[in-house]
């Protein structure tokens, strides 16, 4: 491993500015320490458009990070995801001929009355779909604000591909469980038989990694150890989310615990490698995680420090290995949700 580590140390130093590393929270310590920037999904988007100098970016995490990052950075700059494997199961819980047949299907129902909404953890196509039809990609950390917004323009939304953040975002907003309904993608209909004033329709994808995290597992730690204060992400399913003390985006949970008075206890329901850099930063708090028996989150641990080197030395030897590249069209369409959302 030390081999490794000088490695990237000397590709990085003979690169210089031409090359850049943003890296998300949840990836492994092994990656982490070699990144020229960290954040969670907005920040790693704001900072690649920033970025107007590096010729490559090689992008630690997941699939989707790397396309927005592709989209929002100049035509010159290549975009590297050191493992293809590196996909998110969530995003891949819609595709664009789902997404046509849904839409097919609601405005018959529904005309001219539904915006689209996408998590930005989505492929380029889902966001390319949204972007055209007036719509706006979100972020954890500013989900509501940009539902606020929608349900300013149409009556309602359809909320891709996170049911759980669209439920617990749009429930923050004041709006009831009963006015929202879910579209299954795999069945091609809607689930529940809808309010009259159906205002939230939340595409049935999820996350592998936050939807493990249960109410059994609340219950056991205000058990165990009452003083805990729990802090969940909001992909986390809404039973979890309302039994929770608090509940927010990667950079809230991060904010909060380092803002923490010391010697307060948590129980954090998110990705492990992030819980475990808490834990270690924070010595003075007892950090655990929500669910004693978490996995990593597989996809992002996919890009370890092997794939780090190797993307590294294809760079080197002016051959990249593993680019993204959005295709125009999409591009051009999907920025446009993008920009509607940074710009809101
Ligand atoms: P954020 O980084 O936006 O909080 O998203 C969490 C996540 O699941 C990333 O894949
Ligand atoms: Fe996708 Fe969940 Fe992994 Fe994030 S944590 S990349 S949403 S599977």
Redesign the pocket.
Known sequence: ESEMIDQVRDIKHALGERLFIPA?H?QKDEVFQFADAIGDSLQLAQLASANHQARYIVFC??H??AETADMLTQVEQTVVLPDMRA?????DMANLTQLNQAWEHLQLRYGDTILPLTYV?STAEIKAFVGRHGGATVTSSNAQRILRWALAQKKRVLFLP?QHLGRNSAYALGIPLAQMAIWSPTENRLLNQPHSDLKIILWQGH????EKFSLENIKQIRQDAPETRIIVHP?CSHEVVTAADYSGSTKFIIETITQAPPHTQWAIG??MNLVNRLAQQHPDKPIRSLNPNMCP????NRIDLPHLVWSLEQIEANDPVGVIQVPAQVSEQARQALTRMLTI
């Open positions: 998300h949840y995490g997941v989707f990070m996909g998110c199961t969530m995003a953890n996170d996350c592998s990694v936050h992909e998110t990705e989150c597989l996809t992002m």
